[in-house]
């Protein structure tokens, strides 16, 4: 059975840089044709798709938070991560991370980090 498991802090103070952390099991980040993602879901509202990086390590990043947001993976430790900059109120948000295979298939369980001083 795959897992996903999120870490990571749940309160980030504003300018700061929010680190999460995902841990997979039962899958190998390195396994071809997976895609490690990371979603967002902001209070009421729908999910926003951040990025993704690859089997390859090939990363992609949505245009609109890709000056800010680097993603990276610990293939010793099966995890992958996201780095999101400069932070403001406005990225209070559940963060979820997700394997994409042929479709989201599998997904963790989803932190609350909060933006605030």
């Known amino acids: 059975q795959v897992q996903l498991q999120v870490s990571g802090p749940g309160l980030v103070k504003p300018s700061q840089t929010l680190s999460l952390t995902c841990t997979v099991s039962?899958?190998?980040?390195?396994?071809?044709?997976?895609?490690w993602t990371w979603v967002r879901q902001f209070p009421g509202k729908g999910l926003e798709w951040m990025g993704v990086i690859g089997y390859d390590g090939i990363t992609y990043y949505s245009p609109s938070l890709k000056s800010r947001t680097s993603i990276s993976r610990d293939t010793t430790k099966n995890q992958f991560s996201l780095q999101l900059s400069s932070v403001t109120p406005e990225d209070t948000a559940v963060y979820y991370c997700a394997r994409y295979y042929l479709g989201f298939d599998y997904w963790g369980q989803g932190t609350q980090v909060t933006v605030s001083s």
């Open positions: 039962g899958a190998s980040i390195t396994t071809r044709l997976y895609y």
